[in-house]
């Protein structure tokens, strides 16, 4: 959350501006304005597959929620007030559920003296990387620049022999999970110049650009041992 910049402050100035930044920033991140879609497998084995139908879709969502809350009441207890699950559109939302909801959702939540953003991402649609590529786009849109630092990546990769298209089971049912009652607490930086906070961005970056280089020679390590694997199979069907 943050407080409301100024005396002048029209929330319904800022919801037009978050929407004109939400457009432009889709065309960019154009698969999170679509819908899940299940359709037959065309392997004809009586399973199905998922994909995203982009063409017919009402789109992302943008949501206006009111809250007689305070800036102090969100941030000032312990923990995570319960209230503020409600901030969130995809709460206790699964992933199946991007056939009937959005697969994005920004919901401003205006607050007595401050404003929460929450944004709601289908995990099935990309990871944390790229959330967070979206999130930072659509903050140079809003503030006007162009173009944007972090496009969308269209990089695919699949192990060498896989099929990209994996079939479900038929009769596989999506179930929901009721977790367990958590804990959970904000983290403020308050000097992000401070050495303190630096030094944990550094540990931070590190440890990410070690997992992507481990990551990077596992995927090799695996294509590896697929073309062999192919090789020993090819030579058994020549002998």
């Known amino acids: 959350p943050f407080p409301k910049p100024f005396a002048g402050f029209h929330i319904a100035e800022f919801l037009r501006r978050i929407n004109h930044s939400l457009s432009h920033t889709l065309t960019h991140f154009y698969p999170l304005a679509g819908r899940l879609v299940t359709s037959d497998s065309p392997h004809d084995d009586g399973s199905y597959v998922v994909s995203i139908d982009c063409a017919n879709s009402p789109g992302a969502r943008l949501i206006h929620a009111v809250a007689d809350l305070t800036i102090s009441d969100v941030l000032s207890p312990t923990y995570v007030p319960v209230v503020v699950q409600s901030f969130f559109d995809h709460d206790r939302a699964i992933n199946h559920d991007g056939h009937t909801m959005s697969l994005v959702t920004i919901q401003v939540t205006e607050l007595i003296d401050g404003v929460f953003i929450g944004c709601s991402f289908n995990h099935v ?53 009721e977790s367990p009652k958590l804990l959970e607490r904000f983290f403020q930086f308050t000097d992000l110049d401070s050495p303190n906070f ?8 590190f440890r990410r650009k070690k997992r992507i280089e481990r990551e990077s020679r596992d995927r090799e390590s695996l294509g590896g041992r697929e073309r062999e694997r192919r090789g020993r199979r090819i030579e058994k069907w020549r002998g």
């Open 198 to 205: 630096s030094s944990l961005v550094f540990r931070f970056s």
């Open 125 to 177: 649609v990309g990871d944390g990387t790229s959330f967070w590529n979206f999130l930072t786009a659509l903050s140079e849109t809003y503030r006007g620049k162009t173009p944007i630092s972090r496009p969308r990546v269209n990089n695919r990769w699949f192990p060498e022999g896989c099929n990209q298209i994996i079939p479900q089971p038929a009769d596989q049912i999506p179930s929901r999970y």
